[in-house]
């Protein structure tokens, strides 16, 4: 059974930088395509970026150029947000196929 866990969340303020990690554990993780979402509270889920087993990476329009993912090992997922806006404000999710983490609370202040 796979199990995700992040980390690396917390309290910046705008214009600053924070790095999460998410730690995959369980079978076909090496050849899965990881991804991170976000909750900000009265908002839908919105796709933040992925990783594919090949390597490709995808962003989400209001992360493009801020956020970089990447993926090392095979089973762990990072994501390094750059000049973050109190709009980036939310519970950040790991995503393997139809399974989430418990999430990391990512905070920016005006």
């Known amino acids: 059974q796979v199990q995700l866990v992040e980390s690396g969340g917390g309290l910046v303020e705008a214009g600053g930088s924070l790095t999460l990690s998410c730690a995959a554990s369980g079978d076909g993780i090496c050849v899965s395509d990881m991804a991170w979402y976000r909750q900000a509270p009265g908002r839908e889920r919105e796709f933040v970026a992925e990783?594919?087993?090949?390597?490709?990476t995808r962003y989400g329009d209001s992360v493009r150029g801020r956020f970089t993912v990447s993926r090392q090992p095979q089973n762990r997922l990072f994501l390094q947000m750059d000049n973050l806006t109190p709009e980036d404000t939310g519970v950040y999710l790991c995503n393997v196929w139809a399974i989430w983490g418990q999430g990391a609370q990512v905070t920016v202040s005006s």
């Open positions: 990783e594919h087993s090949s390597g490709k």
